[in-house]
């Protein structure tokens, strides 16, 4: 995100009060596939929400993005209901933001990044898992543009960093163990 780091850091010396696009939070939805019991492949539709307002002006910096991934993991085996492993993937990331000022500004890209994580499972009798994996993802939008115009210089908007993620798993009845 340095380029709109440094856009918000005019912003705050020019006087503004905006605080740093460098992390965001997210939410999602995704299917998984145990082809055997070490083997994942998971499909994942993540939102990414990056919004931050200028407190003078309330002029806001949306920079909202949807992922879609396919995550491959391998879990080592396990005598126990907790499954402990490690996944990569690819992800198409588009950006749908927008900057809200006078006059507002539509902003889109896309690109094709890759993440790697570590991954954990604990299964429950009930047939529900607690997920949690931990990882970073590698995605540039090399050429972010603003009203489907390309801006020169380029700029990027950067989703790369750390990626935290905590679900439920629900499993078919017929699942097995």
């Known amino acids: 995100m340095s380029d709109w780091k440094d856009v918000v850091s005019q912003v705050n010396a020019s006087g503004g009060s905006m605080d740093d696009p460098t992390s965001s939070w997210g939410g999602g939805l995704g299917l998984r596939l145990w082809p055997n019991s070490t083997l994942m492949i998971a499909g994942t539709w993540e939102p990414i929400f990056l919004t931050r307002k200028e407190d003078t002006s309330g002029d806001k910096l949306n920079l909202n993005a949807n992922s879609f991934q396919l995550t491959g993991g391998y879990f080592f085996p396990s005598a126990g209901n ?3 492993g490690l996944g990569a993937g690819l992800g198409f ?3 749908a933001g927008k900057i809200e000022s006078a006059p507002n500004i539509d902003l889109s890209g896309s690109t094709v990044g890759f993440h790697f994580m570590g991954m ?3 299964r429950s009798a ?4 607690v997920t949690g994996t931990a990882g970073y993802r590698i995605a540039k939008i090399s050429d972010t543009k603003f009203d489907d115009v390309s801006s020169s210089p380029k700029t990027e908007t950067d989703y790369s960093g750390l990626m935290l993620r905590a679900g439920l798993a629900f499993y078919m009845p017929s699942a097995s163990k």
């Open 120 to 122: 954990e499972s604990g």
């Open 126 to 129: 009930r047939g529900f898992a």
């Open 93 to 95: 990331y588009s950006l």
């Open 82 to 84: 907790a499954k402990f």
